[in-house]
């Protein structure tokens, strides 16, 4: 090759390295922004247990408020923390971290989650139902309420590491939780069920998992209790999935496993990491199995580790991940928590960990552990989604759904001064599946854009009513506006644009058809 060849093969090379990380940069339309509120220990909310009804609230909402001010666009709720609940459950008993005492409701009596679904549907976040599926206390001096099924059915449980867990291999005491987890998805308005990564517990040195009795009972045809635990969650993942589509197809179904499936130096197909316990061989969470299979529609790694950790790089799994999706969506478990930690010391750590999701298009977003860091603002972390989250965004559609789109919009009027704010009004079709409505707005005849989302001035939930209304309130004087509406699903498909109304701020209006 000759020197002329060369360099421009290098500056070739250089301009898509350029092109990339400036694509990579971008704040994309679509993205998941969601972030974990965690109830267990009261980590995230309430604060602390035995709150009044209108002080838990209050809190939920200032949480919302300010989830929603950092960016998210969903959230995902610990509802079902240990074997108990946050809303009323014909299976469970009322959760003493909401409480104080387990199975006694709030005072004054309300339904949290209803009023959660509620509250996060206000302000358009999705709300991902979290489930931890197996464990049943998180200390080793619990003491079960007479309604609680440990006290009711004690020989579906064991005890490993001083914890109470249901024992995943005795059939009765999966289909109790599967009817549990179908409860709600029956009775409320869910966007998705989630899992973390509690399913067999993580392993303690020494001591052993006491299930021998239900592998010699139920486990016979397996080669090894390894194999037929494997089978359990397998038969658990599955068999939920089926119901949760045979029951509300549109709701979604995530886990969120621990960051590294296998390790290559076990399975030429793991990560090249060294991680001291795995999905596969300690936790039984065949999760590839999961993606190939199409049992869930989202994994969400947990790849707490910053960039450069030597056991277990995040970009690395971040890459791995991508190419091990089976075209289903992933979303990294990213922890924020870790801010000003060991590795964690650059100011630029979560900026730098979003900025490379974005070279994967697999990868859809992020969730965060957890909310309490962003509403602390620990080591100003809200700074750091700043720059990443410039914008709004929607997210990502799944097609293997359902991808129909909403009727756009019609009859949009205008009317208000730039004192009072302008009021946009619309219609919108009751029959169809909108969800809510986003506004564009740009300044410049013919430049409004749909993938713009610097154009994206609000998302409004859907009233009941066929008149549909916002007010813009950031307009100037002597400046000429067009908006334009499309109508959004539950699911994110998006309707084609309105036709486009043109304001300007001296009180002359005019609707401008194909513009």
């Known amino acids: 090759m000759t020197f002329t060849k060369t360099r421009t093969a290098v500056f ?33 909310w309430p ?25 998210m666009n969903a959230i995902v709720m610990q509802i079902r923390p240990t074997a108990d609940t946050f809303y009323p459950s014909s299976y469970e008993p009322w959760s003493a971290y909401l409480t104080g005492k387990q199975a006694t409701p709030p005072k004054p009596f309300y339904n949290p989650l209803a009023f959660m679904i509620d509250e996060a549907k206000k302000r358009n976040l999705e709300f991902h139902a979290w489930f931890n599926p197996y464990r049943a206390s998180n200390s080793p001096d619990f003491v079960p309420s007479a309604e609680h099924p440990l006290v009711k059915h004690p020989d579906w449980f064991v005890q490993y590491g001083g914890k ?40 303690i040195a020494g001591e052993e998992f006491p299930d021998r009795g239900s592998f010699a009972q139920y486990g016979k045809r397996f080669g090894n209790i390894g194999e037929w635990r494997r089978h359990n969650v397998d038969y658990f993942v599955e068999a939920l999935s089926k119901r949760i589509k045979a029951e509300k197809p549109f709701v979604k179904f995530g886990i969120s496993p621990f960051g590294v499936w296998r390790n290559d130096d076990v399975d030429p197909r793991g990560s090249a990491t060294k991680a001291g316990q795995t999905n596969y061989d300690d936790l039984y969470a065949d999760v590839l199995k999961w993606l190939k299979e199409g049992w869930i529609d989202y ?11 030597e056991l277990a790089e995040y970009k690395t799994l971040v890459k791995w991940w991508a190419e091990n999706s089976y075209n289903r969506h992933v979303y990294i478990g990213q922890g924020i928590y870790r801010v000003g930690q060991k590795g964690w010391e650059d ?53 293997w759904i359902n991808q129909s789109t909403p009727s756009a919009p019609d009859h949009i009027t205008a009317k208000g001064s730039p004192e009072t704010g302008i009021i946009l009004n619309w219609r919108a079709s009751l029959k169809e599946d909108a969800s809510y409505f986003v506004i564009y707005r740009c300044e410049n005849k013919g430049a409004l854009d749909l993938n713009n989302p610097a154009q994206i001035i609000a998302k409004v939930p859907k009233s009941p009513y066929v008149l549909q209304n916002w007010k813009d ?34 009180g002359k209006r005019k609707q401008v058809n194909g513009e």
Do not use: C
Not at 47 to 70: F, R
Not at 368 to 384: L, R, Y
Not at 477 to 498: C, F, K, P, W
């Open 12 to 44: 070739f090379f250089i301009s898509l390295l350029i092109f990339g990380s400036a694509m990579a940069q971008e704040s994309p339309k679509r993205e998941l922004r969601a972030a974990w509120i965690a109830t267990v220990n009261n980590i995230d």
């Open 473 to 506: 309130t950031t307009i100037q004087q002597r400046s000429t506006y067009h908006y334009g509406i499309t109508a959004v699903d539950r699911l994110h498909n998006e309707s084609m644009l309105s036709p486009i109304i043109t304001v300007d701020t001296k």
């Open 347 to 399: 100011h630029q750590e979560v900026v730098n960990q979003i900025q490379y999701n974005r070279n994967f298009p697999i990868v859809k977003g992020s969730m965060f552990f957890s909310a309490k860091t962003i509403v602390q603002d620990k080591e100003n972390v809200k700074s750091q989604l700043e720059k990443v989250y410039p914008q709004p965004s929607l997210p990502p559609i799944m097609p």
């Open 47 to 71: 604060s602390q247990p035995g709150l009044s009804a209108a002080e838990q609230k209050e809190e939920y909402v200032q949480l919302l408020d300010t989830l929603a001010a950092a960016g």
């Open 164 to 203: 109470w867990y249901y024992d995943p291999g005795i059939p009765e005491a999966q289909e109790f939780v599967l009817q549990s987890i179908i409860e709600v998805v029956k009775h409320y308005d869910l966007d998705a069920v989630h899992f973390d990564d509690y399913f067999y517990p993580y392993k």
């Open 299 to 309: 994994v969400t790694p947990q790849i707490y580790w910053h960039i450069g950790f």
